[in-house]
């Protein structure tokens, strides 16, 4: 059983930062694509920002320049540090990753709140 499970989520000051980790366990042979996804009240899902397995990112236009996806391969774990929040930020935020393991598939978290006040 393949599972990811988040951390790092909270309240924050407009201004402040935070980061998120999102680890990947179970029966893994290889992680492909990882990701980071949010999700608003009344909005729909989406994409915050992705990393390949050798580390090519790309970002949302709101996002790029204020956060930074980064991973471990080696510790299966995929980051997102997240700097001068803006109270639209504010969202559940899903981990994701494309693995092939015993089940490949793709995969998310179970999501962390992040929330930014003025």
């Known amino acids: 059983q393949v599972q990811l499970v988040e951390s790092g989520g909270g309240s924050v000051q407009a201004g402040g930062s935070l980061r998120l980790s999102c680890a990947a366990s179970?029966?893994?042979?290889?992680?492909?694509?990882m990701g980071w996804y949010r999700q608003a009240p009344g909005k729909q899902r989406e994409l915050v920002a992705t990393?390949?397995?050798?580390?090519?990112?790309n970002y949302a236009s709101s996002v790029k320049g204020r956060f930074t996806i980064s991973r471990d391969n080696a510790k299966n774990t995929v980051y997102l540090q997240m700097n001068s929040l803006k109270p639209e930020d504010t969202a559940v935020y899903y981990c994701?990753?494309?693995?092939?393991?015993?089940?490949?598939?793709?995969?998310w978290g179970q999501g962390t709140q992040v929330t930014v006040s003025s």
């Open positions: 179970g029966s893994i042979l290889r992680i492909n694509d």
């Open positions: 994701n990753a494309d693995i092939v393991g015993n089940p490949v598939g793709y995969y």
């Open positions: 990393i390949t397995s050798g580390g090519s990112t």
